[in-house]
């Protein structure tokens, strides 16, 4: 291979890699950026409320265990039947449990960020017997006594309660109180209740309806022996979490509804809720599902992901740059390489700047303009002509919007870039395919030659 035409390459080679330095530095700046909309996020959530998870509501019961004990006394040197309690608690779930909920979102500012909130109107009902409370009455006998009983509601942040919510009881009212009066987990509210009857079985239908406010997410769970949850919400971006997927669901432009049918057969919670009796309660308050409030593709993500295809860019100019030169007869020095290439890496940065301020769409159609009539207007000086830099500026374009197809497609964004990548590979080869590059070296040698002939005549 002729020397001057692998320095060449080997020039151009080396400022792809320069060039990768300010790539890398613009995405810290992205980095940099997402972690200070994280911060801002964390700011609301301490003035406003955070994610909200409510678990429940379990009905406990306490009660006083009687019994004997023989023991030894010293003194008497005989054994002595002795009385002693115990007080312990029952957790009883649900039979049926039905949530309805509709949340209304809003975006709160801090500074350039804006962060999802939402407050959500809940209306729960449900029905709770007392069968194992009489199976526990027969087993131990006269050798107990039953407490009041009371509601127990886990909510992650009791911040986004504020009014104080009514409990329907069995025909009764009760007042809600701060705290959920569980043992492994203090958050929430609860509801003292009368002392459940152990003489004969018997239904007690509830119900209660409770403001929650909260940030990004809202999560339930399914205490109930057969769970019903309706949620609908103002939000077209939601994000189904935890253990269980909806039965149904419908999402719009605009909003979403989603139905979870769940029963205590799959939900596993009677096993669980045993366990909690045995302060084993992490698995049981972690058995939730919800959904999350998220934006399809924020900006910060998207710039990150477009900025993996900067490289691409950059080949494809080089490429073209270098095509001119050996087609063209035409001499580009590596500094106008290296210009270009630079013009294409702070695209990025102007992308992000701008999109910070305004609608990502805005933000990138401003950047590509920008960056094309830059492009344009120095690359018809350095090919000499206005026709070639308005190919070289149409194929940026093109590429520009491709990658925008590409960002803002969720689901087939993987699909789309490997589609681009290959199309733009197979239009090189296409291109080249009659090019025989020994006869470009010999070319450029003998060019060489003759230009130093010229010199020393």
């Given at each position: 291979?002729?020397?001057k ?11 792809m890699l320069v ?10 700046v992205v980095s940099?950026?997402?972690y200070?909309?994280?911060h801002?996020s964390?700011?609301i959530a301490?003035s406003?409320?955070?994610k ?8 406990v019961v306490?009660?006083?265990?009687y ?5 030894w006394?010293k003194?008497l040197k005989?054994?002595?039947e002795?009385k ?6 029952v957790?009883l779930?649900?039979e049926k449990?039905?949530i309805?909920?509709e ?7 801090r500074g350039?960020y804006n962060?999802?909130v939402?407050?959500?109107?809940l ?13 526990l ?14 509601l ?7 911040r986004g ?9 069995n025909?009764?009212q ?8 569980f043992?492994?987990q203090g ?8 002392i ?6 018997q239904?007690?239908p ?5 403001n929650?406010?909260?940030?990004e997410?809202i999560?339930?769970?399914?205490v ?7 949620i609908k ?11 269980y997927l ?8 605009e909003?979403f509804?989603?139905n979870?049918k769940l029963?205590?057969f799959?939900?596993d919670?009677?096993r669980l ?22 934006n399809s593709?924020d900006?910060?993500?998207k710039?990150e992901?477009s900025?993996?295809?900067?490289i691409l860019?950059?080949?494809?100019a080089?490429?073209t740059?270098?095509?001119f030169?050996?087609?063209k007869n ?5 500094m106008q390489?290296?210009?270009?290439g630079?013009?294409?890496s702070?695209f990025?940065?102007l992308?992000?700047?701008l999109?910070?301020h ?7 159609s ?6 094309v009539?830059?492009?344009g207007v120095?690359?018809s000086?350095?090919?000499?002509s206005w ?9 940026i ?5 491709m990658?925008?197809a590409?960002?803002?497609s ?14 733009i590979l ?11 590059w ?6 450029l040698s003998?060019?060489a ?7 020393k005549?």
């Amino acid at each position: 291979m002729n020397k001057k035409f692998a320095i060449k390459i080997a020039v151009i080679g080396f400022l792809m890699l320069v060039l990768l330095i300010p790539l890398s530095m613009i995405e810290e700046v992205v980095s940099e950026r997402s972690y200070f909309r994280d911060h801002a996020s964390r700011s609301i959530a301490q003035s406003w409320t955070g994610k909200q998870k409510i678990i429940g509501p379990v009905l406990v019961v306490p009660y006083i265990q009687y019994y004997k004990q023989r023991e030894w006394d010293k003194n008497l040197k005989v054994y002595q039947e002795r009385k002693y309690s115990r007080t312990k608690k029952v957790y009883l779930l649900p039979e049926k449990l039905s949530i309805n909920g509709e949340i209304i979102t809003e975006n709160r500012k801090r500074g350039l960020y804006n962060v999802p909130v939402y407050s959500s109107d809940l209306d729960i009902k449900g029905i709770f017997n007392n069968k194992d409370i009489i199976k526990l009455s027969k087993k131990i006998g006269n050798n107990i006594k039953w407490k009041k009983s009371y509601l127990s509601v886990i909510v992650s942040d009791i911040r986004g309660i504020s009014e104080q919510p009514q409990l329907s009881w069995n025909n009764k009212q009760y007042e809600f109180l701060s705290g959920s009066a569980f043992e492994q987990q203090g958050n929430g509210m609860h509801a003292m209740l009368n002392i459940l009857t152990s003489a004969k079985e018997q239904r007690y239908p509830f119900s209660f309806k409770v403001n929650i406010k909260g940030m990004e997410s809202i999560q339930f769970s399914a205490v109930g022996k057969s769970t019903n949850v309706d949620i609908k919400a103002n939000w077209p971006h939601p994000s189904f979490i935890g253990r269980y997927l909806p039965s149904t669901r419908n999402i719009s432009q605009e909003n979403f509804d989603a139905n979870w049918k769940l029963s205590s057969f799959s939900s596993d919670m009677p096993r669980l809720i045993k366990n909690c009796q045995k302060n084993d309660c992490q698995r049981f308050l972690n058995n939730t599902f919800g959904v999350e409030l998220i934006n399809s593709v924020d900006i910060y993500h998207k710039t990150e992901r477009s900025v993996k295809y900067a490289i691409l860019f950059i080949s494809l100019a080089f490429i073209t740059f270098f095509l001119f030169e050996i087609m063209k007869n035409l001499r580009l020095h590596p500094m106008q390489y290296l210009l270009v290439g630079l013009s294409l890496s702070f695209f990025y940065l102007l992308l992000i700047s701008l999109s910070e301020h305004m609608a990502f769409a805005y933000a990138y159609s401003i950047a590509t303009a920008a960056n094309v009539i830059t492009l344009g207007v120095y690359i018809s000086a350095i090919l000499k002509s206005w026709q070639r830099s308005a190919g070289f500026t149409a194929m940026i374009t093109l590429l520009y919007s491709m990658l925008y197809a590409i960002l803002v497609s969720e689901d087939n964004a993987l699909l789309m870039g490997s589609l681009l990548f290959f199309s733009i590979l197979s239009l090189v080869m296409f291109v080249t395919r009659k090019i025989d590059w020994y006869e470009v070296t010999n070319k450029l040698s003998n060019q060489a030659v003759l230009k130093k002939e010229e010199v020393k005549t």
